[in-house]
């Protein structure tokens, strides 16, 4: 089985900075996709930034210049720099991995816990 451990949620003030981490752990041979979602109260989750395992990354509009997601694959870990955070980023953020468990078998989807980020305005 696999494991996403987030961490680095928290409460911050509108103009800060925060830096969630998401690390993989179990019986994995690689991850593929990885992924930052979000939700927040009342709404639908949402995609926010994803990184491919070569290193292509996406961003929702909203955030674009404002966050950057990186991954570190000897890790099995993937981070989500977020600067500049405003009071419509508060949302509970949840990362998302593809993972192998042997060379040339399937992908396997999974999902961290979900960590509370909120922007004070």
């Known amino acids: 089985q696999v494991q996403l451990v987030e961490s680095g949620g928290g409460l911050v003030q509108a103009g800060g900075s925060l830096r969630l981490s998401c690390a993989a752990s179990?019986?994995?041979?690689?991850?593929?996709?990885m992924a930052w979602y979000r939700q927040a109260p009342g709404k639908q989750r949402e995609l926010v930034a994803s990184i491919t395992s070569g290193g292509a990354t996406t961003y929702t509009d909203s955030v674009k210049g404002r966050f950057t997601i990186s991954r570190d694959n000897a890790k099995n870990t993937m981070y989500l720099q977020m600067n500049s955070l405003k009071a419509e980023d508060t949302a509970v953020y949840y990362c998302?991995?593809?993972?192998?468990?042997?060379?040339?078998?399937?992908?396997?989807?999974?999902w961290g816990q979900g960590t509370q980020v909120t922007a004070s305005s």
């Open positions: 998302y991995m593809t993972v192998q468990y042997a060379s040339g078998g399937g992908y396997y989807q999974y």
């Open positions: 179990g019986s994995i041979f690689s991850v593929g996709f």
